[in-house]
Nanobody
């Protein structure tokens, strides 16, 4: 069925940049919503950024001005460009998408570690 696969995580130094990708696979006719969430050790999952089919974006307060979400409809893929990374950005990042009829899906997560 429809699945989400994240990639691009890894280890980066403070102040560095990283680009995450989330690709949806399967029989897909449209995607209403795609977003990135993160969960740090011992904490709950929080919204990082989201984008609707109409192009409206939303960002968590802690990442505004540093992260940018975008999508490529021809590839059914959403991206998260992360700049000026801080140690507090360390977390597992999860992709989320909402599809007509099919409903909601979550990716397995990709780990981002910001450390010197």
């Amino acid at each position: 069925q429809v699945q989400l696969v994240e990639s691009g995580g890894g280890l980066v130094q403070p102040g560095g940049s990283l680009r995450l990708s989330c690709a949806a696979s399967g029989v897909i006719f449209s995607i209403n919503y795609m977003g990135w969430y993160r969960q740090a050790a011992g904490k709950g999952r929080e919204l990082v950024a989201s984008i609707t089919s109409g192009g409206n974006t939303n960002y968590g307060d802690s990442v505004k001005g540093r992260f940018t979400i975008s999508r490529d409809n021809t590839k059914n893929t959403v991206y998260l460009q992360m700049n000026s990374l801080k140690p507090e950005d360390t977390a597992v990042y999860y992709c989320n998408a909402k599809f007509p009829v099919v409903g909601e899906r979550w990716g397995q997560g990709t780990r981002v570690t910001v450390s010197s």
